[in-house]
């Protein structure tokens, strides 16, 4: 049996390719000519050179093959990335979604995101809440949502596929979280503040297993959240303070003051041309709790969920290890 992976350079990418792989399965990735390989270095692999956005060369990947995992996405909260972000989580998502029924695959496992499910102050969100955040004008979550609309469609033209709603995601290997997320950043000013929402957060080695186990055992035109827990920015920070020897943030810092320092570092970064570190889209995400259940996962799929704390502790070790801290 050969696997399609599209994703397969970036984090939790890699980790599905080994794991695949270990257990004797052929994998082929389909990945742009300049993508980062380094995650994958040592690993043979068939390769498919190719744009996500061009439909041709998802054809082409998909081709010979029987199942297709979708992991291929842009996870950014920057207006200057919207286009790019609409065109690879969406119309991408399409090309994928048109080449397998084409191809008449045996399975698709469609990889979004915990921000497409609705959310409501106070409850546990679940499976069955319709999408809400429109009125955030958050482009990655209204991307994600998008994309997994076309999933839909293609069930609906017959396609067997399944979707998964993985939360934000900790393990070994995330180099984009290291280099752009101020979480890990105690030398960054900001982290003595911290903002009052909170997000579900899960190990990377639980949505490998998560996605597999949907693969064989989830049922058609479902969608399942892995979710590890549900914790504050406050907690969160805490947790990781303490692993890198740091002092834990001490003050809350109130929505409108956050929102404003989004819009000063918005500015600086239109000046130097560098990725913001803190944004209007992350202020009006971060002032939201994303929580979830994962009782469907638990209960259909039969997993089990790592703490954050041993996520953090996994992922803090390979950091310096690897020369980044």
């Known amino acids: 049996m050969k696997i399609l992976i599209t994703g397969a350079t ?4 890699h980790h599905l390719v080994k794991r695949l792989m270990k257990e004797g399965y052929k994998v082929k990735i389909l990945k742009e000519e300049s993508a980062q390989i380094d995650l994958l270095k040592g690993i043979e692999v068939e390769s498919v050179i190719g744009d996500i956005r061009d439909l041709e060369a ?3 990947a998909v081709k010979d093959c029987e199942i297709v995992f979708h992991l291929a996405g842009i996870i950014a909260y920057w207006s200057r990335l919207n286009r ?3 065109e690879i989580n969406v119309e991408g998502t399409k090309n994928v979604v048109r080449a397998c029924l084409e191809n008449k695959i045996k399975r698709l496992i469609h990889v ?6 609705g959310v409501e102050e106070g409850k546990l969100a679940n499976e069955e809440m319709l999408y809400n955040l429109f009125p955030l004008k958050i482009n990655y979550c209204d991307t994600k949502f998008l994309g997994e609309v076309e999933v839909y469609k293609g069930i609906a033209k017959g396609l067997d596929a399944v979707v998964v709603c993985p939360a ?13 997320d101020m979480t890990f950043d105690f030398k960054f000013p900001m982290n003595f503040f911290y903002p009052r929402g909170g997000i579900a957060v899960v190990d990377v080695e639980d949505v490998v297993e998560g996605l597999i186990r949907a693969w064989k055992m989830g049922k058609k035109g479902e969608r399942y959240l892995l979710i590890g827990e549900n914790i504050t ?3 969160m920070r805490k947790i990781i303070a303490k692993e890198l020897g740091r002092k834990p943030p001490s003050i809350s810092i109130p929505s409108w003051l956050f929102t404003l320092l989004a819009y000063v570092f918005l500015g600086i970064s239109k000046i130097t041309k560098n990725r913001p570190k803190l944004t209007p889209e992350m202020a009006r995400f971060n002032k939201i709790k994303f929580y979830f259940s994962n009782e469907k996962a638990e ?3 039969g997993l089990k ?4 704390k041993e996520s953090i502790k996994r992922a803090i070790r390979w950091y310096k290890d690897n020369g980044y801290l």
């Open 112 to 117: 979004s995101s915990d921000v497409t499910i």
């Open 58 to 60: 998802v054809k082409k």
């Open 299 to 301: 209960k259909e799929l």
């Open 168 to 180: 934000s995601m900790y393990g070994e290997g995330d180099i984009r979280k290291i280099k752009t």
């Open 84 to 86: 790019l972000q609409y």
């Open 233 to 235: 920015f406050y907690e």
């Open 10 to 13: 970036g984090f939790l990418g």
């Open 305 to 308: 969920f790592k703490s954050f």
